[in-house]
DNA sequence: CACATCCACTAACGCGCGTTAGTAACGCGC
DNA sequence: GCGCGTTACTAACGCGCGTTAGTGGATGTG
């Protein structure tokens, strides 16, 4: 059994020569509808032809000549932070569907590495780029990206010149709050992210918005900043327990603090969906599933605005004049087993 | 400011005519190294327009007339398992170093799917193949990687046609044994995974081997095989330790398992990494960092895998008569604090 | 039988580029 | 003056393909 390694590519001219037709026609039915006076008999030659020789086009000289790619190129810093690895998976699918290819490059976030992953892509001749990062923050891209439609996802223009697709954390933030309020809770802690950031900004006012609409006095020494990791959870936890009035529920702006917190809350004998309700955010599956109980969470959406970046940037390619835009994604609450049942609706 | 969406893309020819010479000279200075006798004068003046000109070459266009495109593609179910993303980072990283761009698609892992990313590879061309998966495992895939060179990363040829690259998973798991051991312990349970799937067979080998070389007998009443997850952990080392006679430390084949294990070794009041070591496996960041105590456990190497893929595929180019090989790459213990320290040297 | 229509195709151009084969100008030795 | 070697370029081909402008034959129409 020989493979056939060095065996020359057929190209289009192969198939036609195959089939005894000229290559505009093989042309004609690959690309071209029924719109061409090309009989079905013809059609089936050469399709057949096709699929015996193996023909493949060829995607570089398809674009030299058609003048358009089809190609989107994705940049992402998916490699420091995988979890956000949806935001792939997302355009991708949305792709697809729209019978484009992506091209993906990895950024380490520094403008160098970015210039260089855009001049990749444009000379790819990409019809749209889409830059993604792991957290959500401002950015500031290169000006090469003038050049092609461009959409920023989990982040934003601090020019303010590009479309992006970012977060809705005050609705999370909402979300997670009433979710502990009706399961009757009124002291709720909250252990939040360094205030300087977005995703802080954005879940505090959620946070503050759904007490206010309960009727529910905002207590500052409830509110604890943090940077999002474990052990961090676990101090704010164990602060938060360990004070004057204590809360019964305790709202974790990252499920990373959610799983520092857990372990604070086991230590001092109470039971988490239960005694102490808990609800995370990010919807880290690989925590959220396995803590025990599982953690309620907020989840970032990254699969769905992975494809509504890709979306909006063909709507882009239609309509370059587009205002820019944050087009903004609800992040749903996650239900699993750290929150009490839910009193019922009254 | 007026961005200039449909410019029209500056060719090499513009840079001829801006700089007043043939187009060919722009060629040859842009690719040509010192060879042509084209004297530096003329050198800068062409440089000096290219990047007034803003002039990007057309990838497509020197992939058709070079016959070589500098693609490589890779293949990947990263999206199923975000944590195996780092196979995409080593791979770029390493084809970044030899000056070639990686075209990503990721697959669902059947086998339509991967033959329609297959498809879009070949149809662009690349120059070798990488196909990744979540998990070791066996993988038999579309004949069309006949095409071009092709290595598997994390997985291996059932038809042991292709070359692949996968971890020692008998020596991680004699690391981890090993390490166990020498912090003194001499009863170590071990949950294991499925024994059918690759992993468990290696681990188990590694597991089996260092309690030999250490004059230890095996006890079967101390393994385990279990899925892999959380709960499956907890409920392993449950009866382990409530077992007749439990063991002091408990070598556990995924860190979703250890994860499982603190809470069943908390619950019963013993304090890990004193009363009671844990080694993991996989090297999980988020779980094995966050985790109190952090987690000693074993890395999968997975940007080593994939930056070892892609210089295979070099080789592969340069001499495709290379025989199908399984690489193999160690599997290194990454030391936390869930082990006690250990006996020292005698 | 001349002419218009359709049908089923094909010749040929050009996309942007790498590359090969050449050319024109100049200097040098005799 | 001629031959020869450099130096500094350029003309032109072809990569595989989409596309436009045809062409030649069959069929209908008056």
Same mark, same amino acid.
């Given at each position: 059994?020989?493979? &056939?390694?060095?065996?020359?590519?057929?190209? !289009?001219?192969?198939?036609?020569?195959?089939?005894?037709?000229?290559?505009?026609?093989?042309?004609?039915?690959?690309?071209?509808?029924?719109?061409?006076?090309?009989?079905?008999?013809?059609?089936?030659?050469?399709?057949?032809?096709?699929?015996?020789?193996?023909?493949?086009?060829?995607?570089?000289?398809?674009? $030299?000549?058609?003048?358009?790619? *089809?190609?989107?190129?994705?940049?992402? #810093?998916?490699?420091?932070?995988?979890?956000?690895?949806?935001?792939?998976?997302?355009?991708? #699918?949305?792709?697809?569907?729209?019978? *484009?290819?992506?091209?993906?490059?990895?950024?380490?976030?520094?403008?160098?590495?970015?210039?260089? =992953?855009?001049?990749? !892509?444009?000379?790819?001749?990409? #019809?749209?780029?889409?830059?993604?990062?792991?957290?959500?923050?401002?950015?500031?891209?290169? =000006?090469?990206?003038?050049?092609?439609?461009?959409?920023?996802? &989990?982040?934003?223009? #601090?020019?303010?010149?590009? &479309?992006?697709?970012?977060?809705?954390?005050?609705?999370?933030?909402?979300?997670?709050?009433?979710?502990?309020?009706?399961?009757?809770?009124?002291?709720?802690?909250?252990?939040?992210?360094?205030?300087?950031?977005?995703? /802080?900004?954005?879940?505090?006012?959620?946070?503050?918005?759904?007490?206010?609409?309960?009727?529910?006095?905002?207590?500052? *020494?409830?509110?604890?900043?943090?940077?999002?990791? /474990?052990?961090?959870?676990?101090?704010?936890?164990?602060?938060?327990?360990?004070?004057?009035?204590?809360?019964? /529920?305790?709202?974790? /702006?990252?499920?990373? !603090?959610?799983?520092?917190?857990?372990?604070?809350? *086991?230590?001092?004998?109470?039971?988490?969906?239960?005694?102490?309700?808990?609800?995370?955010?990010?919807?880290?599956?690989?925590?959220?599933?396995?803590?025990?109980?599982?953690?309620?969470?907020?989840?970032?959406?990254?699969?769905? !605005?992975?494809?509504?970046?890709?979306?909006? $940037?063909?709507?882009?390619?239609?309509?370059?004049?587009?205002?820019? $835009?944050?087009?903004?994604?609800?992040?749903? $609450?996650?239900?699993?087993?750290?929150?009490?049942?839910?009193?019922?609706?009254?």
């Amino acid at each position: 059994m020989e493979t &056939h390694p060095r065996q020359a590519k057929v190209t !289009m001219q192969d198939v036609a020569n195959y089939v005894g037709v000229s290559r505009t026609t093989v042309s004609f039915v690959l690309n071209g509808g029924t719109g061409n006076g090309i009989p079905q008999e013809t059609r089936d030659r050469v399709l057949q032809a096709v699929t015996e020789l193996g023909y493949r086009p060829n995607a570089g000289a398809r674009a $030299l000549a058609a003048k358009h790619t *089809k190609l989107y190129g994705l940049i992402t #810093e998916i490699v420091i932070a995988p979890y956000a690895a949806n935001i792939v998976r997302g355009a991708e #699918e949305q792709a697809a569907r729209e019978g *484009k290819t992506l091209l993906i490059a990895s950024t380490d976030g520094s403008s160098d590495s970015d210039r260089r =992953a855009i001049e990749t !892509m444009l000379e790819h001749r990409v #019809e749209g780029l889409i830059y993604a990062t792991s957290w959500h923050r401002g950015v500031r891209l290169p =000006a090469l990206t003038a050049e092609v439609p461009t959409v920023l996802v &989990h982040c934003f223009d #601090e020019a303010a010149q590009l &479309h992006s697709v970012i977060p809705d954390e005050a609705q999370g933030g909402y979300a997670a709050t009433m979710r502990l309020i009706r399961a009757g809770h009124d002291r709720i802690g909250f252990i939040n992210l360094d205030p300087a950031i977005p995703a /802080a900004v954005g879940r505090r006012s959620g946070y503050v918005c759904a007490l206010e609409e309960a009727g529910i006095g905002l207590d500052e *020494k409830l509110v604890i900043n943090e940077d999002g990791e /474990a052990d961090q959870g676990y101090r704010a936890a164990a602060a938060l327990l360990d004070g004057a009035r204590p809360p019964t /529920a305790i709202f974790c /702006a990252t499920d990373r !603090m959610a799983m520092g917190a857990y372990d604070a809350i *086991k230590e001092r004998g109470f039971r988490i969906g239960d005694d102490i309700s808990v609800v995370g955010f990010d919807n880290q599956e690989i925590i959220a599933n396995y803590l025990r109980p599982s953690l309620t969470t907020v989840a970032l959406p990254f699969r769905q !605005m992975g494809a509504t970046g890709v979306a909006l $940037l063909a709507k882009l390619a239609a309509n370059r004049d587009l205002a820019p $835009l944050q087009h903004i994604v609800e992040c749903p $609450l996650v239900e699993r087993t750290s929150v009490r049942l839910p009193v019922p609706a009254s």
